[in-house]
C-alpha cells in the first residue's frame, strides 16, 4: 500500500462525506461538482487497486489473500455504486448517500491496509 | 404492481432518508457476506458457532436491504421481519457474547452489540424500524400511526 495514496484517498473520501453532508444540511440535490469530485476520488482508488495488484504478483504479503482481494473489489465498486444510488433520487438525501459510501471507502482503505503486511521484493 | 400512487407521496420503498438507509445496510450486507465467506471458507472448524451466526447475520442484512429498497406492502413486512430479526439477533449475540465469551472464539458481526463496527449493528435496525413504521403502506399498521395520509388517488 502507498501510504501518500492512501492518505490521499481518505482526505478525498473525507471532503466527498463533508460535501454530502453540506448538501444534506442545506437540502441540496447534488451537483455536477459533486461528481466530479466523486470521479476524481475513484481514479485515485483505480490506481491503488492497480498498484496494490501489482504489488501483490510481485510476491507481497498480506494477512489472508481472499480477503484483501474482496476489500479491493469492494473499495472499487463502492463509490460508484453509492453514486448511482445517490443520484437515483436527486433530493437533499442523495448527499446522506455519498457521504455513506464515501465513509464506506475509508473504513475499507483503513482495514486493507492492516492487513497489508509488506511489500515484496 | 409499481403504478400505484403517480401523485401522492410515496407509501413505501427506498425514498427519502430512506435511500440512506439502503446505503447503510448494503455497505453492511456486503460487509458482513464478506466476512461469513472468508471465515467459513478459511477456517470454519475453528468456531463453528461463530461462523455460522456470521453467515446467518450476513443473510439477514441481504435480505433487509433488499426489502427496504423495493416498494410494496409484501416487501414492507419482509424488511420489518428482517429488521425485527436482526434486533433481536444483536441483543441475544451481544448478551450472550459478554456472559459467555466462551461461546464465541471469534468475533461476529453481533458481538458485544457490534462493538467491532461502532454499534451501528446496534443502531442499524432500530431506525430500520422507525423507518418502516413512518413509511408503512397505506391501510396497514393504520392502529399505529393512525394517520391517513393525505391525496389519496381518486382513481
Not at chain 1, 484483501?68 to 469492494?74: D, I, N, P, S, T
Not at chain 2, 472468508?38 to 458457532?49: D, L, N, T, Y
Not at chain 2, 462493538?115 to 403502506?137: E, K, N, T
Amino acid at each position: 500500500m502507498r501510504d501518500g495514496l492512501v492518505t490521499a484517498i481518505s482526505l478525498g473520501c473525507a471532503v466527498l462525506a463533508l460535501l454530502g453532508v453540506i448538501a444534506m444540511i442545506f437540502r441540496r440535490p447534488l451537483g455536477v461538482g459533486h461528481l466530479a469530485a466523486t470521479a476524481l476520488v475513484e481514479l485515485a482508488v483505480l490506481v491503488q487497486v492497480v498498484l496494490a495488484v501489482i504489488g501483490l504478483a510481485g510476491g507481497a504479503e498480506v494477512d489472508g489473500v481472499a480477503l484483501f482481494v474482496a476489500y479491493l473489489a469492494f473499495a472499487l465498486v463502492v463509490l460508484p455504486a453509492g453514486a448511482l444510488w445517490a443520484v437515483g433520487e436527486k433530493n437533499r438525501w442523495s448527499g446522506g448517500v455519498l457521504a455513506v459510501a464515501a465513509l464506506a471507502l475509508v473504513v475499507t482503505l483503513v482495514r486493507m491496509d492492516s492487513v497489508w503486511l509488506a511489500s515484496g521484493g | 404492481m409499481d403504478d400505484l400512487q403517480a401523485s401522492a407521496p410515496p407509501a413505501s420503498g427506498a425514498h427519502g432518508v430512506g435511500r440512506v438507509l439502503v446505503a447503510v445496510y448494503a455497505v453492511f450486507a456486503v460487509a458482513a457476506v464478506a466476512r461469513a465467506a472468508v471465515q467459513i471458507s478459511s477456517r470454519f472448524a475453528e468456531a463453528p458457532v461463530a461462523y455460522a451466526l456470521s453467515a446467518f447475520a450476513a443473510a439477514v442484512y441481504v435480505v433487509a436491504t433488499v426489502a427496504l429498497a423495493r416498494p410494496g406492502r409484501g416487501a414492507h413486512r419482509l424488511a420489518t421481519a428482517a429488521c425485527s430479526i436482526e434486533l433481536a439477533g444483536v441483543l441475544v449475540v451481544g448478551t450472550v457474547s459478554l456472559v459467555l465469551p466462551a461461546a464465541f472464539p471469534d468475533a461476529t458481526v453481533w458481538s458485544v452489540y457490534g462493538r467491532g463496527y461502532l454499534f451501528i449493528p446496534l443502531v442499524l435496525p432500530v431506525l430500520g424500524l422507525l423507518w418502516l413504521r413512518r413509511s408503512a403502506p397505506a391501510d396497514d399498521h393504520s392502529s399505529a400511526a393512525g394517520v391517513t395520509p393525505p391525496g389519496q388517488p381518486s382513481g
